[in-house]
């Protein structure tokens, strides 16, 4: 119980402090006043729609809030998603989702085990890109037996894959620190990473080796979505319109309204820094929705609008599931904050040794 009170109460404070953000955006927007409308021309709609359908549980009727909302409230993982190809394997070409035999698929989930163990980077074991080992204890890894659900993650275009980018996409290219190098690499804090500084993760996930744990708390207002990995939290406002354009938050800005018994979420305006797939996220538009498909399921749809970038829209998903053994955990990333400072230092030392850097 305490812990459940510690949890509302944070939620509370954090709530109210997003009231007051969301009176000062709809001043500075200059859309006070009026009834609000959903944006137009959402894309994914039919391809999400489809696809939670397809997959509802039998006979389920998604239960209410107390004031009417659907309920999508709760505690979930996705840590049995872990392993999944985000695209459709080149071994399904020409394959639906719905096409996989469960021989095939088992087959699969046995393979993709196998290969986490191997791969899995602990006691030296498994290498980092670029051919760099790196060893972490065993006990960071959430499954390295994760029963998936789903052959792959991306549902629409219906071939499973990403769409081509377009030509002018090297334009968004998000800027690469330099590596192996004794110089601008550790010279300071601003050439290091938002990770480096233990400050970030992004709107967007996919199942990892850990962090799979998240949180849904709704009021009439408001939607918080919490993620465990770098202790984030989403502030979603219900049927209210953008920030103005030049207000642009780490997670971008997040409005959300219900279509059926699906919520919403349209985000935009994400700062210069952020890049998904190593491209400028600044213009691109993010589409979540969220369906509780069973009784301990919430569908979670992603789709990415950024014609900058990509030739058209595309939409992947995958399930969260509730469990309340999975609560989100600290997430203390290093202890003290003295992360940064012992890396600076450290590729100084290295440095005036005349070696190269490790990462």
Known sequence: MMMKGRVLAIAMTTLAAGAVVAVASIELAGQAGGTFQPPANVPGAEAVK?????????????????????????????????????????????????????????????????????????????????????????????????KNSRPWFVIEPSD????????????????????????GLRDSYTDRSLTDRCVGSTAWRTPGIYGNSHEIIQTPEYVVFRYETHRASRMIRLHQPHLAAQIRPHYGDSIGWWDGNTLVVESVSFPDRVAYRGYSAKSMRLIERFTRIGPKTVEWSVTIDNPSVYARPWTYSYPMTEDNTQPIHEYACHEGNYGLANILTAGRVVGNRGAEPSR
């Open 50 to 146: 489809a696809f939670v359908v397809a997959r509802m549980a039998g006979n389920f009727t998604p239960p209410k809030t107390p004031w009417g909302d659907p309920d999508i409230q709760g505690v979930f993982t996705t840590k049995d998603e872990a392993n999944t190809p985000f695209e459709r394997p080149e071994e399904w070409a020409g394959k639906r989702m719905e096409d996989v035999t469960p021989q095939e698929f088992a087959a699969a989930i046995a393979q993709r085990q196998q290969a986490a163990v191997e791969r899995a980077p602990f006691a030296g074991g498994g290498e980092a890109e670029e051919g760099v080992a790196i060893a972490v204890p065993i006990h960071w890894f959430d499954n390295l037996a994760a």
């Open 160 to 183: 499973g894959k990403i769409p081509p980018v377009t030509p002018g996409a090297a334009a968004q290219e998000a800027p690469r620190r330099p590596r192996g190098t004794a110089g």
